[in-house]
């Protein structure tokens, strides 16, 4: 038996999505229908004014639209997101929005307790609406600021749920995990959807005389819909043309390594320093790749992913055995390399092999870089690489050309780096043999 919370996660990540769509279809039906008690047509209600229009209405579709881009060009998105600057972009942009949204909101909630007028033909539902969509919005600002680089966490996490509810199997191993904050923005989109035909509410939020004018108010919402249409169908090609690398550039170059090494997660969710693994970067000119000793004073121990541990636990529990050893098929090629068993004992008859990594970061042969002496100044990692703790496979973010470290080094010696005062050379021969 799982435990209690297993339980609860999955009737909220399981179940309930599809009854809030059953029970949104049966009522939407039965509203076009005119199939009694939904056959009365909404009563008019006062204007809502322009500025709450404005900032309401195309909030929400504004946030809406990023979702689904998000669910529709997750890697072109993560490849947006291999600029930091863009990076930055997309998330201030989303939380302004979001913000503006919320702001929004509050004025047609006002509004609504004011004027007897606007709550003209508003029932429980209706208020009921208003709430959902004030706590989801006010989740999702909590979300963004608690827990940044959405955009970057979200195709790994969030995404393969979402797909498997649309394959009609759902998983919620990626889900769980995820803290309470987030779960809560999930289940809240079902609770959403549950509520939304029940209301009188159900019209276009940023239209007025949508009864008076059926027809004009039809072609700008197809206008509407066919803009937003265009401007995410051109989204993947704006991110290929920022990104185009310059001839002789390497910008953009993503090797397969013989591992996949997710920085995501080791770099990302569980927070470990880059230095660990490339501990020579503090002393000496090169930062090393860490040898497959250092993988193993983890993975000794973790040697597939804790959800396929815990359910093959919960497995062997209730058929009365031992659990098995699970090896994911990533780890086992870092096993081979060492000549290990199963048992993760040396095995005579194998032999150890190195792993041969991909170097992606490559410099001509005429220039040198001392990765001490940028380290030991303060200059982080992702100056240069990016941010690197969202990439699943390491990626060149930066040019990497002359003019773009000479100007690094110009902006150091006016500001510094991390507060501190740095004097980095821009003479030829620092870098040139």
């Known amino acids: 038996m799982g435990s209690p919370q297993d339980a609860v996660d999955h009737v909220l990540f399981g179940l309930l999505p599809y009854l809030a769509t059953i029970v949104c279809v049966v009522v939407f039906a039965a509203h076009r229908y005119r199939v009694p008690p939904?056959?009365?047509?909404?009563?008019?209600?006062?204007?809502?004014?322009?500025?709450?229009?404005?900032?309401?209405?195309?909030?929400?579709?504004i946030i809406l639209g990023?979702?689904?881009a998000a669910f529709l060009i997750p890697d072109q998105i993560r490849l947006?997101?291999?600029?930091?600057?863009?990076l930055y972009i997309l998330e201030v942009s989303g939380l302004v929005f979001a913000l503006l949204t919320l702001a929004g909101l509050l004025l047609t909630m006002g509004r609504c307790l004011r004027s007897a007028e606007a709550r003209q033909g508003m029932g429980f539902a209706d208020w009921l609406l208003y709430v959902v969509l004030l706590l989801q919005v006010g989740g999702g600002i909590g979300v963004a600021i608690l827990y940044p680089w959405g955009m970057s966490w979200y195709p790994t996490s969030v995404l393969p749920y979402v797909r498997s509810l649309l394959r009609l199997e759902p998983d919620i191993g990626t889900i769980s995990p995820l803290p309470h904050l987030v779960k809560l923005h999930v289940v809240g989109a079902s609770v959403l959807l549950f509520v939304l035909p029940f209301t009188r509410v159900v019209r276009p939020l940023i239209i007025r005389s949508w009864e008076e004018e059926p027809r004009r108010t039809l072609s700008r919402l197809t206008t509407n819909v066919l803009l937003i249409g265009l401007v995410f169908s051109l989204l993947p090609l704006v991110s290929l043309l920022w990104g185009a690398p310059l001839p002789g550039s390497q910008r953009g170059y993503e090797p397969a390594q013989p591992i996949a090494f997710s920085h995501r997660l080791h770099a990302g969710e569980l927070q470990m320093s880059c230095l660990y693994c490339h501990g020579d970067a503090e002393k000496g000119p090169h930062a090393s790749i860490a040898s497959a000793g250092v993988c193993m004073n983890c993975h000794r121990f973790v040697s597939a992913p804790i959800r396929d541990v815990r359910a093959e636990a919960e497995l062997a529990k209730e058929e009365n055995r031992k659990p098995r050893?699970?090896?994911?098929?990533?780890?086992?090629?870092?096993?081979?390399?060492?000549?290990?068993?199963?048992?993760l004992q040396a095995d005579p008859n194998e032999l150890t092999t190195p792993i041969r990594w991909v170097n992606v970061h490559n410099l001509p042969s005429f220039t040198r870089f001392d990765h001490r002496a940028h380290v030991n100044a303060g200059v982080e990692c992702q100056r240069c690489h990016g941010p690197v703790?969202?990439?699943e496979?390491?990626?060149?973010?930066?040019?990497?050309s002359m003019g773009w470290c000479v100007q690094c080094h110009r902006t150091a010696n006016e500001e510094g780096i991390a507060g501190r005062e740095v004097h980095p050379s821009n003479d030829c021969a620092t870098c040139h043999h």
């Open 389 to 391: 703790e969202t990439m």
């Open 38 to 61: 939904f056959g009365a047509p909404p009563q008019h209600t006062e204007p809502q004014p322009y500025g709450e229009r404005l900032l309401f209405g195309y909030g929400v579709l």
């Open 66 to 68: 990023g979702h689904l």
């Open 80 to 86: 947006w997101n291999n600029d930091l600057l863009r």
């Open 325 to 343: 050893t699970l090896i994911s098929p990533e780890l086992r090629k870092l096993y081979a390399a060492l000549g290990l068993n199963d048992q």
């Open 393 to 400: 496979r390491v990626r060149q973010v930066e040019d990497l």
